[in-house]
């Protein structure tokens, strides 16, 4: 009974994996387009294993309490409506409830936060135009020792 839970579990989580890829592969186009990036999606493919160990190991975190909690329970107690829930494990319920919906209120914070500080970003005055600004990036030992005399050439024009 414990491996049941714990092979449904990751098979859950597997296909979580699954489903975010499939997301992400669909969606990075359009994350490229926005952010002006070129991400790929199989950029580092040594990272696979990793991803595929967490996923795993969520798998297997994630089904220790159901396996070894509801895998102690007699069948015909249970179905016979004799089982008392004694105090740990109601508490141990309500406290996971209580720290889901903690990290769910962190998480939405952040976001708020998040996109006020992008709103603030693009609402805010630089100090100058940038549009009236031509920025030329000195690339080279050469540019850079005849930064002095570019400097010059260009304080001559008048525009």
């Given at each position: 009974m414990v491996y049941l839970f714990l092979g449904e579990s990751i098979v859950i989580s597997c296909l979580a994996l699954l489903f975010?890829?499939?997301?992400?592969?669909?969606?990075?186009?359009?994350?490229?387009?926005l952010t002006q990036k070129n991400l790929r999606f199989f950029d580092q493919p040594d990272k696979w294993l990793w991803i595929a160990g967490l996923t795993v190991f969520t798998g297997i975190l994630s089904g220790?309490?159901?396996?070894?909690?509801?895998?102690?329970?007699?069948?015909?107690?249970?179905?016979?409506?004799?089982?008392?829930?004694?105090f740990s494990a109601v508490a141990i319920r309500k406290g996971l409830v209580v720290f889901q919906f903690t990290i769910s209120i962190c998480l939405?914070?952040?976001?708020?936060?998040?996109v006020r500080q992008l709103h603030f970003l693009d609402n805010q005055q630089l100090g100058f135009n940038k549009s009236q600004k031509i920025v030329m990036p000195l690339q080279g030992q050469d540019a850079i020792k005849n930064y002095a005399a570019f400097r010059n050439e260009l304080l001559k024009n008048p525009a």
């Open positions: 975010a890829l499939v997301l992400t592969w669909f969606f990075l186009p359009l994350f490229n387009n220790l309490y159901p396996a070894f909690y509801l895998s102690s329970f007699k069948p015909v107690i249970v179905l016979k409506g004799k089982l008392l829930n004694n939405i914070l952040g976001a708020i936060i998040i």
